[in-house]
Antibody
Framework: QVRLVQSGAEVKKPGASVRVSCKASGYTFNTFGIVWVRQAPGQGLEWLGWISAYNGDTNYAQRFRDRLIMTTDTSTSTASVELRSLTSDDTAVYFC???????????????????WGPGQLVTVSS | QSVLTQPPSASGIPGQRVTISCSGSSSNIGSNFVYWYQQLPGTAPRVVIYRDNQRPSGVPDRLSGSKSGTSASLAISGLRSEDEADYYCVTWDDTLSGPVFGGGTKLTVL
């Protein structure tokens, strides 16, 4: 069965960077994309970006384009997101999710999220 | 402030029909498919409606989606206690060149 496994909670200081990983299993990794969504405590969902596990194409939400990098490693079926210059506003649960989009023109595919990881809490605090 | 506007809360009694709205503009809902996600407390979201009005397998037909112009709606009929959750609409925004979520609606079953 399809599974997305994420690591345990992390605590970071303001100004630091965080890398969140997501290991996929149960399907052919490079025939789908991965989307990252976050949820601040008590708040709604926020789409961070998409990466194609087929060719590495990306699409980042505008407000994160200067401090966000998404990567995939097809040899380990793992997707990662790195967020730099952290502030307390970045405190959130970070979810990875599988999506059907493997090309940027597949707009709908970038928010059709059929399997989700359990989420990883990132706390930014001094 | 989200690009898509949802009421923060909705409620109903068991058996009732409730509707959750999602309002946008011509650059998002008006020209792209709307999806709906259900998030039960402490869990990851799951898609309950895709492409405006399609249900994934496993989603009961009590849930239905519709769209008209720049607004979309999620209707839940025969309300049950297990429907109590947060619901989010999402669609592509042509101006932002990416998907945007609505602010979410907390549905309470009284």
């Amino acid at each position: 069965q399809v599974r997305l496994v994420q690591s345990g909670a992390e605590v970071k200081k303001p100004g630091a960077s965080v890398r969140v990983s997501c290991k996929a299993s149960g399907y052919t990794f490079n025939t789908f994309g991965i989307v990252w969504v976050r949820q601040a405590p008590g708040q709604g969902l926020e789409w961070l970006g998409w990466i194609s596990a087929y060719n590495g194409d990306t699409n980042y939400a505008q407000r994160f384009r200067d401090r966000l990098i998404m990567t995939t490693d097809t040899s380990t079926s793992t997707a990662s997101v790195e967020l730099r210059s952290l502030t307390s506003d970045d405190t959130a649960v970070y979810f990875c999710a599988r999506c059907p989009a493997t090309y940027p023109y597949d707009h709908g595919g970038q928010y059709f999220l059929d399997y989700w990881g359990p989420g990883q809490l990132v706390t930014v605090s001094s | 402030q989200s690009v898509l506007t949802q009421p923060p809360s909705a409620s109903g009694i068991p058996g009732q029909r409730v509707t959750i709205s999602c309002s946008g503009s011509s650059s998002n809902i008006g020209s792209n498919f709307v999806y709906w996600y259900q998030q039960l407390p402490g869990t990851a979201p799951r898609v309950v409606i895709y492409r405006d009005n399609q249900r994934p397998s496993g989603v009961p037909d009590r849930l239905s989606g519709s769209k008209s112009g720049t607004s979309a709606s999620l209707a839940i009929s025969g309300l049950r206690s297990e429907d109590e959750a947060d619901y989010y609409c999402v669609t592509w925004d042509d101006t932002l060149s990416g998907p945007v979520f609505g602010g979410g609606t907390k549905l309470t079953v009284l």
